[in-house]
């Protein structure tokens, strides 16, 4: 349902589109009355707000281990020395 009253808004596109496409920010009519806050100080604290919000919501890679072919060498000879350890003790 929309009303006749007129708001004052800032739309900010995604840094992240992944994440969100666009942040709407409503502002409050009293915002820029008096606060001495300008225009454009509204504009960077809501792209602000945006980055950080895109930044700590990001959904980075898992992080998977790869073995390396020195650790799967000595990997592979203490399983080869406890067979032959085993081995030898029965």
Known sequence: MVKGISRRVIVVDSPDPRIFEQA?????????SGSGVTSQQLVEQAVHIAKNYARSHT???????HMTPLLSALLGGCCIGLIWLLATLL
């Open 24 to 32: 709407i920010f409503i502002i409050r009519n009293d915002a820029l």
């Open 59 to 65: 959904t980075g890679q898992p992080h998977r281990f």
